[in-house]
């Protein structure tokens, strides 16, 4: 939906308002005008959709729009905003113009991405005749196109402040909650690190004109919004104003369904909601956190214990662009190594916002989402992995070498009933859904059920049968989920990974093989039978080594030459590689100061 301009509306002025055309002479800046349209899109509504074809070029006026791109398992991928005097559908307007197909005539090509209003919003079409006739007048516009489209290629899924989400909606959801106190404390922990940070209540930002909200976004770094959930004037300007929404809500409370009394927010409707959870000393929880997520239709679940703490700092590294994420790669018991990088980064004082990853590093993941110290990861993982064989409970194969109770009982041991909103950091974890060939992300449910799927190795544990679907290792599809880690917070990464060209198989052992119980009477329950290696490799053998690399700040790549998938035992060697690698990396790369000291910014 598009609402157009009077016809007689000279949009020369505006032409001249957009800070890419500053420079460009007023007669040529008249031309163009005549290829020129002026428009507002309501907020919510698409300015254009991957797909559509192009031939033109649109500045913001005022107002903010959102970019996403269609994920492979069907979702949308927000890719970052788009916000007053920036240029928006130049790639697919330079990409077209020229005849593709040959028949004489100049091509269009569709746009790649679609891009919806979040707010009400003005915007000035040129056409791809009009932008020619400024780039002709001024040279040097062509070029800071060209520079900008260069820079928006190279940053991909990069943190990018550009990008990045500035007003922030605190919605409480009882009148219990004092908004101010929490929106003053944010703001404490924001300025901790430089950041401009402007709160605004009802009674200064009711009835504002939009015009009022853009010179907010102008003046600071981060704007945060408070109202208390109703059916007001305010409310909804508050939510439709927002690039993200942060739903404040009592841990000894339970939500109403549904949680919102309309979609009235493009930021709702598009979920960019996360819930923040406070807990009042040992008042006990009147549901799980995945309820409210659910009645919020939100992506996140962050936990707020005390006003002043290290969970509001957490949270302003967040707001920020700060937070750091730890993502680790499968490999078996070389993935003991990311035990030795958590360590290296608790010495230097480095903090870890979110953790994440596949098979065995989600594993790892998982203990540091726990909050457990490294005596306890230690202990944990020892207990489980290194001092008995969880894989020993062999079975004649229907569907995997061993019957996975073992597994199960050390899962369910060490990690209980733990639900992946209940942790301490927010946590994902990878799978390969073989039902629909693509990898399954769990970030809800049964944290004990998430690691079971992705350490599920296909031929060696069963799969897990989850709503009809069959789900086994993440290894399979994506061994360094470093994508949804970029997905799932706007900071920095740190990436290890532990995999390798899968390892070689002694020939010897496939010669003239005994049978199963053969086998067995010749090296007992404790070792794994020649098919066990030949199934890792099979699993693992497309896998890239090299895959999803470039997507993180810090890369740690540990010396493990000597460790193989199934040294179960190597357990002091491989921590002590993932620690001294990981020394070097964060040292070189002065990571606390960025994300913890105050900048100016």
């Known amino acids: 939906m598009r609402i157009f301009g009077g016809m007689s509306l000279d949009v020369v002025p505006a032409l001249a308002s957009i800070k890419f055309l500053e420079d460009v002479p007023r007669r040529a800046l008249r031309a163009a005008g005549k ?28 107002g903010s729009f959102g970019a996403f791109k269609a994920m492979r398992d069907g979702r949308s991928e927000f890719m970052g905003h788009i916000r007053a005097g920036e240029p928006v559908g130049e790639m697919a307007m330079f990409q077209g113009g020229v005849d593709i197909d040959g028949d004489g005539t100049p091509d269009n090509v569709p746009h790649s991405s679609s891009v919806y209003a979040l707010r009400d919003s003005e915007v000035l079409e040129i056409s791809r005749q009009g932008f020619q006739r400024i780039s ?32 922030f909606t605190l919605v409480g959801t009882s009148p219990t909650i004092d908004l101010g106190l929490r929106a003053e404390s944010l703001r404490g922990s924001l300025e901790k690190l430089g950041i401009k940070t402007r709160i605004v209540e009802e009674s200064e930002g009711d009835e504002k004109p939009s015009a009022f909200f853009d010179s907010l976004e102008a003046e600071n770094d981060i704007v945060i919004l408070i109202s208390t959930l109703g059916d007001n004037a305010w409310y909804r300007l508050s939510m439709r104003q927002a ?11 339970k939500p109403s369904y549904p949680l919102f009394p309309e979609e009235n927010s493009p930021a709702q409707s598009l979920k960019l909601v996360d819930v923040l959870l406070l ?68 010495e230097l004082g480095i903090p870890i916002d979110f953790a994440g990853g596949a098979s065995m590093g989600a594993v790892v993941a998982g203990c540091v989402a726990m909050g457990w110290d490294d005596a306890e990861i230690e202990y ?42 209940d942790l301490e950091l ?20 049964l944290l004990r059920g998430a690691l079971r799927a992705t350490i599920a190795l296909p031929g060696i544990l069963p799969p ?10 993440g290894a399979v599809l994506n061994n360094f989920p470093t994508d949804v880690m970029r997905e799932f917070q706007r900071g920095f990464v740190v990436g290890c990974d532990v995999a390798r060209a899968p390892e070689g198989l002694d020939a010897s052992e496939f010669v003239d093989p005994p049978g199963f119980f053969g086998w067995i009477a010749r090296h007992g329950f404790s070792n794994a039978p020649p098919i066990a290696g030949l199934l890792m490799r099979s699993a693992t053998v497309s896998v890239n080594p090299n895959a999803g690399r470039e997507l993180v700040d810090i890369l740690v790549l540990p010396q493990l030459k000597n460790i193989e998938l199934r040294d179960w035992k190597a357990f002091d060697e491989a921590v002590e590689a993932g620690y001294q690698a990981a020394m070097i990396a964060l040292k070189e790369s002065d990571l606390k100061s960025q994300c913890c000291t105050l900048q100016v910014v």
């Open 279 to 346: 807990h009042h000393g040992k008042d006990r929880d009147a549901c799980r956190p995945a309820d409210w997520l659910r009645a919020a239709g939100a992506a996140r679940v962050f936990h707020w214990q005390d006003v002043n703490s290290e969970h509001c700092d957490r949270l302003a590294r967040t707001i920020a662009g700060r937070s750091v994420g730890v993502v680790f790669s499968g490999g078996g018991a070389r993935a003991y190594a990311h035990i030795g990088v958590v360590k290296a980064m608790r």
């Open 35 to 62: 290829e020129a349209r002026w428009f507002s899109v309501p907020a919510g509504w698409p300015l254009f959709r991957a797909g559509e074809m192009s031939d033109s070029i649109f500045f913001v006026l005022s």
């Open 380 to 421: 944990r993982i020892r207990k489980g992995f290194v001092e008995t064989n969880p894989l020993g409970d062999w079975n004649i194969p229907v569907v995997g070498m061993v019957k996975g109770h073992r597994v199960d009982a050390r899962l369910k041991e060490h990690f209980g009933d733990a639900e992946i909103g």
């Open 426 to 445: 927010p946590f994902f974890a990878v799978s390969t859904n073989l039902t629909d060939g693509a990898y399954r992300v769990h970030r809800r449910g």
């Open 136 to 167: 002709s007048a001024e040279p040097e516009i062509l070029n800071a196109m060209i520079r900008l489209i260069l820079s928006r290629l190279r940053e991909g899924n990069q943190r990018n402040r550009r990008t990045a989400p500035k007003v």
């Open 464 to 473: 897990v049968i989850d709503e009809g679907e069959v789900l086994v290792d």
């Open 243 to 253: 690039d993200r929404i942060w739903v404040v809500a009592r841990a000894d409370a």
